[in-house]
């Protein structure tokens, strides 16, 4: 069943997972006594149905905890958590998610099918659904002529698939993703790449936590960065480099017979207030200088263009470049130590 759809009496249009104000403290000790830690420091996020909504963050962000509270195992210390309307936790939002773990363990005696079999089962499925279904997940993540295989001799890649298929067994309109591609190679991430894009065709929400920020940017619609228990932004990568991000200009010159380029960068920098790591030369060659502008605002680029042209310099070459999720998620995560 799409997410779309009205299930319970909840409106088509209404966030699958609301989360606002959430904390959660947890009761520490150190050499001077108790100590508590907020691992959740009011934390405000909203996933839409359908999307791929990517959760990214450094080791002790909190990632791990919002998981655990959204999944009803862990219970938030303030704040209010939803799922499709209805409290995290509750027996009706649960049936809805699917959940693949960091660290899914099946026994070795296990294949493919009879995993999925005994996961159905545990969903309380009848015998004749369990078959049914395998048989579409097996072909959904490419394990059709694995199925009756020892899960032993799986490579991590197949693992990985076979552990989205349990995750889907029931299912779910809400699937939540630990680290999916942790410790596969390029062909195992794209396999699972491939089954993300499959769900989405099918309506199906996907609440993605990983700390792999180009396999985020890469399947993603949005996209929520945690540090020290706090949402630093939120949205597309667009919106979070429109709204944070400095304008980075590549420029390539050539100074006029005569004139020398170094003093006139230096002028630059004085006249915008820039340090000095804004302007930088990237590369030279015998009479063509590159160099890499980081401007705070946009209007600034077209003074430095003004400025190089009024100083007998030539611009061979001008291109602007949108900053990478990396560099976003560095500016974000670091920028803020509160």
Not at 252 to 279: D, F, K
Not at 305 to 318: A, C, E, P
Request: glycine share 10%.
């Amino acid at each position: 069943m799409s997410a779309d759809s009205v299930q319970d009496g909840l409106p088509a249009t209404g966030p699958v997972v609301h989360v606002r104000g959430l904390t959660k403290r947890y009761s520490g000790w150190s050499l001077f006594g108790k100590k508590p830690i907020d691992a959740l420091r009011g934390v405000d996020i909203s996933a839409r149905g359908g999307e791929v909504f990517g959760l990214l963050g450094p080791n002790g962000a909190g990632k791990t905890t919002l998981i655990k509270v959204l999944l009803g195992v862990v219970k938030p210390t303030g704040g209010e958590a939803t799922l499709f309307g209805q409290s995290v936790g509750s027996i009706s939002a649960r049936q809805r998610v699917g959940y693949l773990p960091e660290a899914l363990r099946v026994d070795r005696h296990h294949t493919a099918r009879s995993a999925l079999h005994y996961y159905g089962r545990l969903s309380g499925m009848g015998v004749v659904q369990i078959a049914k279904r395998s048989d579409e997940l097996l072909e959904l993540v490419g394990l059709r002529d694995r199925d009756r295989e020892s899960v032993a001799r799986f490579s991590k890649g197949m693992y990985q698939r076979l552990g989205l298929a349990q995750a889907l067994m029931h299912d779910p309109d809400l699937l939540i993703l630990d680290e999916p591609t942790d410790g596969l190679d390029p062909v195992g991430r794209n396999e699972v790449r491939k089954v993300i894009d499959r769900l989405c065709e099918q309506g199906k929400t996907i609440f993605l936590n990983s700390h792999i920020l180009q396999e985020v940017e890469m399947v993603c619609t949005r996209v929520a960065i945690l540090s020290r228990g706090k949402i630093r932004g939120t949205g597309t990568v667009r919106q979070l480099s429109e709204g944070l991000a400095s304008e980075v200009v590549n420029f390539e010159l050539m100074p006029r017979e005569g004139s020398e380029l170094t003093p006139v960068i230096e002028a630059i920098a004085q006249e915008l207030n820039l340090e000095s790591h804004q302007l930088q030369p990237s590369a030279a060659d015998e009479n063509i200088t590159e160099f890499t502008a980081r401007l705070p605002e946009r209007h600034q680029v077209d003074q430095v263009v003004d400025r190089l042209r009024g100083s007998d310099v030539s611009i061979l070459g001008l291109e602007m470049k949108r900053p990478t999720l990396e560099e976003l998620f560095m500016q974000l995560v670091n920028g803020d130590d509160s």
